[in-house]
């Protein structure tokens, strides 16, 4: 049963970055199905072609860019394109993320900066792009995809618990300075999120997947539609005075488990015999 009217986000704009696969793809269809058209932006075209394939079939405008946010002159021309395209934007979804999964004293500085180049700064170049615009016409709507780890850090994810912390700093503080104008940035903290890229690199073996359900107190893993569906009300009026913050959405996962360790588990401490971890 749909959860939101159709025109929920009628004729908004919505930039959606990773939108070609996982949680993006998902939060991009769905923004589509109610009402708004889509700009997806990531590094791989084939993904995004398709994903755009299927919004236009729901009747709505679709824009793909190829881009690496953590560029921040392809991110100036991503705004520029999406600009040239629709005339405005209203809602942006930072979701592109990249990892590497490994003990910390293994991690070389490259895969590091990396990690933090587009988590972190990728975050800030395109809610700066966007967000410049969105002040200009006095609304708009950034949500922050971080994870519940941000809080309590990871064994084996120590680049991404360390940039997603930084998103949640970021979100908090623009949603102090942005709320006045128009421009509420709020951020959504995924759980255990059940997709064929999160099963693969985090739960490899059924063992490891059992020991994780047991610690989710809602006793199932989530779907990208649980984000999905918190991504649309915070996009819009029904979230009007919600600002800075980040909202977790993980079965109680976090109140019952405390962190994410996959030190037990998906690594070891030779890393050369891991499941690979490899693909940003």
């Known amino acids: 049963m749909p959860c939101f009217s159709k025109d929920l986000l009628k004729d908004k704009v919505a930039v959606v970055t990773g939108g070609g696969t996982g949680i993006g793809r998902v939060i991009a269809l769905e923004m589509a199905r109610h009402g708004a058209h889509v700009a997806l932006a990531a590094r791989r075209r084939e993904p995004l072609e398709e994903v755009a394939a299927e919004i236009r079939g729901l009747g709505r405008r679709a824009l793909v860019v190829t881009a690496d946010i953590a560029d921040y002159s392809q991110v100036k021309a991503l705004a520029q394109s999406v600009v040239r395209e629709f005339g405005v934007v209203d809602i942006l979804v930072n ?22 180049d587009i988590v972190l700064n990728g975050t800030f170049y395109c809610t700066n792009e966007f967000g410049s615009i969105m002040l200009d016409k006095g609304w708009g709507r950034v949500i922050n995809i971080v994870a519940a780890y ?57 063992q490891i997947k059992s020991k994780l359900l047991k610690s989710i107190p809602a006793g199932r893993f989530g779907s990208e539609m649980d984000v999905a569906n918190l991504a649309l009300y915070l996009s ?45």
């Open 95 to 116: 979701n592109a993320a990249a990892n590497f999964i490994r003990p910390t004293e293994t991690l070389t500085w490259v895969r590091w900066r990396k990690v933090i």
């Open 150 to 206: 941000a809080w309590t850090g990871a064994p084996g994810l120590a680049p991404s618990a360390s940039a997603k912390a930084g998103v949640v700093a970021l979100t908090q503080t623009l949603g102090a300075e942005w709320a006045g104008r128009g421009v509420l940035v709020n951020a959504i903290a995924p759980g255990a999120i059940n997709t064929p890229q999160t099963e693969q690199r985090l739960w490899p073996t059924p």
């Open 236 to 280: 819009s009026d029904m979230a009007g005075y919600i600002a800075g913050e980040v909202i977790v959405c993980d079965g109680g996962w976090w109140l019952g488990k405390g962190a994410l360790d996959l030190m037990d588990g998906p690594i070891t401490r030779h890393p050369e015999k891991s499941p690979s971890s490899e693909k940003v």
